[in-house]
């Protein structure tokens, strides 16, 4: 991978990057087709990174399907497809990690301790060994590609980033890898979580400033399923994801959400642009 991301380097080639866990829905797929426009080549890294799951977490069940993601990889555009096994990731010594502070404390990384430094570890890793001019990451994952913006800019990383919107099914419900472990009942119910931003979005539109109020009606409206448990929902800046009280005109804010459904935690967003 080396000599040739350096020989497309050599040639005058723009490299874009799009990591991934893998079992690959349209939602990556719409990052390869973003990832075409920006590069020459397109790089797509399947690799479930065994350092951003807590021992609890779903790492072991984590869906895979390699050959079913080469042949989706390579109709949506990718040049170099680069899966590599966890030794080659991390040798037995391995002894240096990337670890954010801050932003990284809070939402996803307040439940889930450890995760962002296996992402941005894992990252800076894909970033040194693919040499990307570009890096797509999905706005499904507010928080991390903010994180990867961040890791970039304090970092002097020289990679462009890019966060494409969120694609989801017809429904509403973000693509998500994870959905396929979600029961008929839990996949059913789960269109509540988009249907909650969009009460929001709604709320706010109509005038309401108060986030507890927000929050108030989206817990609601969740709790009408029953098999919905909410980790948080959250209504926060969407640079520094400070928690709102009030939400002022002429700012957006960023409204998070993680919900569980038996063992599936999902997780979706929006961001709103408050007139
Ligand atoms: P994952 O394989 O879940 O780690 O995701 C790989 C990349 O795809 C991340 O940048 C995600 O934010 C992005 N992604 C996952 N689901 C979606 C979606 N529904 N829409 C847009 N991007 C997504």
Do not use: C
């Not at 970092?155 to 973000?174: K, M, Q, S």
């Amino acid at each position: 991978m080396q000599r040739t991301a350096d020989g497309f380097r050599r040639e005058g080639k723009r490299i874009g990057i799009v990591p991934t866990m893998g079992y690959l829905h349209e939602g990556h797929l719409s990052l390869l087709r973003i990832a075409g426009q920006h590069a020459n080549i397109v790089v797509t890294t399947i690799f479930v990174n065994p350092l951003q799951f807590a021992p609890h977490e779903d790492f072991s069940r984590y869906p895979r399907d390699i050959e079913r993601d080469t042949q989706l990889a390579e109709t949506a555009g990718t040049d170099i497809l680069f899966i590599p096994e966890n030794n080659e990731m991390y040798s037995r010594d391995h002894t240096t990690y990337i670890v954010p502070e801050r932003i990284a404390d809070v939402l996803e990384g307040k439940v889930r301790p450890g995760h962002f430094r296996g992402v941005a570890t894992v990252v800076a890793k894909l970033f040194n060994i693919t040499k990307p001019h570009v890096a797509v990451f999905g706005q499904k994952d507010a928080q991390q590609a903010l994180l990867m913006q961040r890791m970039v800019s304090d970092l002097n990383f020289d990679v462009e980033v890019i966060v494409a919107p969120i694609v989801r099914e017809p429904d509403g419900l973000a693509m998500s890898s994870r959905n396929v472990y979600l029961h008929p009942e839990e996949r059913a119910q789960s269109v509540v979580l988009s249907q909650s931003l969009q009460l929001a979005e709604k709320r706010i539109a109509s005038g309401e400033r108060n986030s507890g109020n927000i929050i108030a009606a989206m817990t609601n409206l969740i709790s009408s399923k029953p098999l919905a448990i909410i980790d948080y929902i959250s209504i926060a800046n969407p640079h520094t994801l400070q928690e709102l009280e009030e939400i002022s005109i002429g700012a957006a804010v960023l409204i998070s959400l993680a919900v569980r459904f038996g063992s599936t935690r999902l997780i979706d967003n929006t961001i709103v642009n408050v007139h």
